[in-house]
């Protein structure tokens, strides 16, 4: 963990990064159990083709669950005060997902000291999945 | 389409606990090797009374303790099938932690069409309450309804 290192960050300074392996059908399968999110289109393909998609893809919390899971590797989840993100395209099956975090702004609210990380989920091709914000506390 | 009017309307509260066993489902299927979702002793190291719950998953108690898990798209007559996630925000108050049993209470706060009506964002946020009463987070989330 180096949760050290974002004591003093600055701006500009990348403090999350972390790859994952590619989201197979049995990913989906499993995340659709284990999060209560039973929507057909994310592990039957022949509702996906009915609704007008190719084949199944990620859910989208998935994704952010992934990103989550990279943002409280680098930072304890107890400082961590908000975590937004924009759906910004599917994230097909067979996708390996970077996720990054880089500080863009330190502030201060209510005496307590706090830095804005701006974050991104891009697939191998490099497209942005994700793009969201999380406040942390110094 | 789904009508403006539906800006205000409230579901059924959903009341979920944080189980070990869901969680460690969860975990797995995320490969998340945190010791401090998983292991009791680093939990209270880092000075939680049992182990967290990682940042998305109020997301998940709240689908999975809901009677009907889709029901504010049911009562807004949105097809599950047209349903796209646009935007998620979570803001934490206080630590959520095993053992817990949460209340979320869901209002729809924005619905706006898109696109000259080819698709409709609609806005719902959520208040977590914990078993103490303590406003633990707030949910919000952003659905694009594909017209």
Redo the contacts between chains.
Sequence with gaps: MSEMAIDHPAVGERVVYKT??PITRH?LA??C?????????HVDID?AR??GFPDVFS????V???L??A???AI???R????????AA?TQLGASLTCEGHVTELIEYKGEKRAKLALTTKDEAGEIKLAGEAIIAL | MVDPSAVGRSFTPVTARVEPGRLRFFLNTLGEQNPVYRDEAAARAAGYSARPIPPTYLFCLELMDAERPFEFLTELNIDLARVLHGEQRFTYHAPVVVGDTLTFKSRVTGVADKKGGAMTMVVVETEVTNQHGAHVADTARTIVVRN
């Design positions: 994952f392996p990913t499993l995340y159990g284990a999060s209560g999110d039973h929507n057909p289109i509702f009915a609704a859910h989208g919390m998935l952010m669950a992934y989550g899971q943002l409280t590797d304890a989840p107890s961590i005060r908000s975590f937004w993100t924009r759906f599917i």
